[in-house]
């Protein structure tokens, strides 16, 4: 089984920053893009940031420019620097893994449980 944790979510002002991380743990073969989505309440689950295997990086509009993603490969973990935060930002973020378990294994979405972030205005 793959476990995806994510953390570092928490209360900031608005113009503030705040770094998140996820980590994946378990039977992991490989690893294709990872990505962080975000729910505010109310409202449905939005892709956030996008990364590939590869490296590269895909934003949403809201998000360009402020946010930042990145991944180390070694150690299976995804970053999310999020500078310039606005009360608009707030809400749930999840990490999700596209993942093989194993080389035989098709390959699968694996989300974490999710992380607050609040922005204060």
């Known amino acids: 089984q793959v476990q995806v944790v994510e953390s570092g979510g928490g209360l900031v002002q608005a113009g503030g920053s705040l770094r998140l991380s996820c980590a994946a743990s378990?039977?992991?073969?490989?690893?294709?893009?990872m990505g962080w989505y975000r729910q505010a309440p109310g409202k449905q689950r939005e892709l956030v940031a996008v990364?590939?295997?590869?490296?590269?990086?895909n934003y949403a509009d809201s998000v360009k420019g402020r946010f930042t993603v990145s991944r180390d490969n070694a150690k299976n973990v995804m970053y999310l620097q999020m500078n310039s935060l606005k009360p608009e930002d707030t809400g749930v973020y999840y990490c999700?893994?596209?993942?093989?378990?194993?080389?035989?294994?098709?390959?699968?979405?694996?989300w974490g449980q999710g992380t607050q972030v609040t922005v204060s205005s």
């Open positions: 999700n893994y596209n993942a093989r378990r194993t080389v035989w294994d098709p390959s699968s979405d694996y």
């Open positions: 990364i590939s295997s590869g490296g590269n990086t």
């Open positions: 378990g039977s992991i073969f490989s690893i294709n893009a």
